[in-house]
């Protein structure tokens, strides 16, 4: 018997053939989704650097200061850190803010950042989460510094507990969603904020106010305030963003004490008395500013002098500010 056997062949090149064309296929499909990932992911960093300087234009409204009562929700529609950075260097340092979102469970990333001069933001070095609130109040020093601005992310609860009546008042006026004033017991999960003063040693709580030493312990670590703008500063902030968001306002104040010390020049040419001593606050703020060794720790020295400088502005006949 004949054995035909060129249909056993002709089975053999089909199969190659369609093994040849899986294999094409594949590889032309992973290219597609390969260029469409990288395509997807510069588009994601360019919403990210973008994302970064809307932020900074909707914290503007905040300028018009704490006492109105002023708390702004930034929401964003996907999963977003915040990274707040802070320079120090120059004649009033930089505040910068990068973005960086979430696409397809992993964060697109970008070097892009926007920085702003004259802006002032308290918080953790990274806030995560799709809501954040933000809030401010003036810090002056004695004169007005700036606007400072707190921002927390919504998944965060700070729970104030056993708050001194000022503080309690102060916080309740806000209606802060994720600000518990609490007398009894703190929620669980939530942060737990302390004042010596009428809690005393307490292991349960995760940061700790001293108002007799003007000091917040946080993690372990400690820094040191004037005035309650910097008090809820360093509630909100990690110890890095702090110390240099402080730097940062010395560095202003210098500059606002020699502006408001050549007003003081004119005023005397006009026959007002010449009595407010502002190089000296002038001269205070730039050695701590310049000091490589300074830190919050030392602004009380500073403070004394702003103490000074304010007794004589109030006493003056013709009053700077």
Known sequence: MKINKTPKRAQLQVSFAWIFAIIVGAFILFI?????TKVVKTGDTGVSAKAGKEISALLNP??????TGVVILLAVPVETRIHNQ???SGNFGRQVIKVSQKSFNTWAETDVEAG????FIFSDGVEEGRNFIVFSKPFEFPFKVSDVIYMTSSNKKYCFFKAPTEIKKELQGLGQENILVESLECPEQSIKVCFSETV???????ITVDK????VEKRGEMVYYETDALMYAAIFSDKAVYECQVKRLMKRTEQLSLLYDEKRSLLSQ???PDTVDLQSLASSTGAFTNSSTL??????SVAITADQVNRQNDAATCALW
Request: hydrophobic share 30%; aromatic share 10%.
């Open 32 to 36: 597609a989704i390969y260029s469409a």
């Open 62 to 67: 905040l300028e018009i200061g704490f006492e």
């Open 86 to 88: 802070c320079d120090s």
């Open 116 to 119: 702003f001069p004259n802006k």
């Open 200 to 206: 005393g040693a307490d292991s349960g709580c995760d």
């Open 212 to 215: 007799m030493q003007s000091s």
């Open 270 to 272: 006009k026959g007002c």
């Open 295 to 300: 830190s919050s720790q030392d602004l009380f």
